[in-house]
C-alpha cells in the first residue's frame, strides 16, 4: 500500500451491517509512500500512528474534490 498525504485509507466493515471506517493521512512515516501512517480517524477526530490491513483501500487526494 501506498499513500501520501492528503489521502484517505478506507477499511471496509467485516461485518453485515457494519459501517466502514475511514482516516486522513497526516504523515507518511515509510519510504516511498510506505505504512505507517499518522492519521485522523473521521468517526472519532483521534489521531495515531496506523499500519493498514489488507481489507483497507487507499483514496487519493484529488484537488477537485476539496
Do not use: N
Not at 504523515?27 to 493498514?52: A, I
Amino acid at each position: 500500500m501506498h499513500a501520501k498525504t492528503g489521502d484517505r485509507i478506507v477499511i471496509k466493515g467485516h461485518y453485515v451491517g457494519e459501517p466502514e471506517r475511514d482516516c486522513l493521512v497526516l504523515e507518511v512515516h515509510g519510504p516511498d509512500g510506505d505504512p505507517p501512517y499518522l492519521v485522523q480517524w473521521g468517526d472519532t477526530g483521534q489521531e495515531g500512528v496506523f499500519y493498514p490491513g489488507s481489507d483497507a483501500v487507499v483514496v487519493p487526494y484529488d484537488e477537485a474534490d476539496r
